[in-house]
């Protein structure tokens, strides 16, 4: 077996068959499909019956008898899949015929433990194709565990896992990666379709869920299970400038609105909380409005920004007009 693409499930109804058609469709055929069930309050579980009385072959199903969440649920996978390769696919999502064979194709001119691709948006139908550049932030920055193919042998050998919080799996997964040195190949191909549903993503952005505490948490376990001072001073930046990067986008992107009272009491938090893990994270050697190199210029842009503002004490009064917002 080659290739073990695990689709976890919750609540994905309207969208699984999509998901499980485009997978059957590739034009490469050495694979298995391993589905996670994870208690799925809706009509996913006869929808995967249906699925494996007509691809026995190709289908398992696996039915956890509590939710896990999507790291724990993808983990239940990687304990009974066979392939020599393990791709991550998120059950709303879809891809393209040709999506397996072209991650195959560029392991052929190396041994790596990693392929990254590009992705296409879609929001409502509208599709919107991303690449990415040949950098480190590839791995680290870009977190999804999507649109990659992993080694299954280095999964195993280095005792990856994600994390049993419910939000943010794939930063802690790929940093795992990073910390690992997983070698690692980008290639310039965009053929994971990764479906955005505009009401949910209203819903996430809700500043009661407190973003900045998750990952905080997120962090802290990371940190605990990851020894920084084992690894180069370089690669120990680029854990750091993933850090502030999340931690930004944290209070940037999913607390408009929220008030100024409440965004004092958040940047607070947030504060203390990149000087307790990182004491020197003002002079990280990647931040800067032009640097580092290949990253996204939304995300340069945003850490860049702040982190100068913070530097004359004055990045708490853009929080506090976004708070307005």
């Known amino acids: 077996m080659k290739v073990s693409v695990i689709v976890p499930v919750y609540n994905v109804e309207q969208y699984l068959a999509r998901c499980l058609d485009s997978i059957l469709a590739q034009t490469y055929d050495d694979y298995e499909i391993i589905c996670v069930n994870d208690c799925s309050p809706d009509n996913s579980s006869t929808i995967l019956s249906e699925y494996v009385s007509k691809h026995s072959d190709r289908i398992k199903v696996i039915t956890n008898e509590v939710n896990l969440g999507l790291g724990l649920s993808r983990e239940k996978a990687l304990g009974v899949a066979c392939g020599e390769f393990v791709m991550f696919i998120d059950s709303d999502d879809y891809i393209k015929p040709d999506y397996l064979q072209h991650y195959l194709d560029a392991t052929k001119d190396g041994d790596y433990d990693i392929v990254v691709g590009g ?25 999804i565990a999507c649109a990659k193919l992993y080694r299954r042998s280095f999964i195993s050998e280095n005792d990856l896992h994600f994390t049993s919080i419910k939000c943010g799996e794939d930063i802690y ?44 948490e997120l962090f802290d376990t990371f940190l605990k299970n990851h020894e920084l001072s084992s690894i180069p001073q370089d690669r120990q930046d680029v854990i750091e400038y993933t850090y502030l990067a999340n931690m930004i986008n944290a209070l940037i992107s999913f607390n408009h609105g929220c008030g100024i009272s409440l965004m004092k009491e958040k940047y607070a938090f947030a504060k203390a909380d990149a000087e307790s893990k990182f004491p020197n994270y003002l002079s990280n050697q990647y931040v800067g409005l032009l640097k580092p190199k290949g990253q996204r ?29």
């Open 297 to 325: 210029t939304k995300i340069r842009l945003g850490v860049g920004v702040v982190i100068l503002l913070e530097k004359i004490h004055m990045a708490r009064f853009l929080f506090y007009l976004i708070a307005l917002i």
């Open 119 to 143: 992705y296409i948006r879609d929001i409502d139908g509208k599709l919107t194709e991303h690449y990415l550049s040949d950098t480190v932030w590839s791995s680290t920055t870009y977190a």
């Open 173 to 216: 997964f790929s940093l795992s990666a990073f910390y690992c040195n997983a070698k690692t190949k980008v290639i310039q191909y965009a053929g994971y379709y990764y479906v955005l549903n505009p009401g949910s993503i209203t819903g996430s952005m809700n500043y009661k869920k407190n973003h900045e505490r998750i990952m905080a």
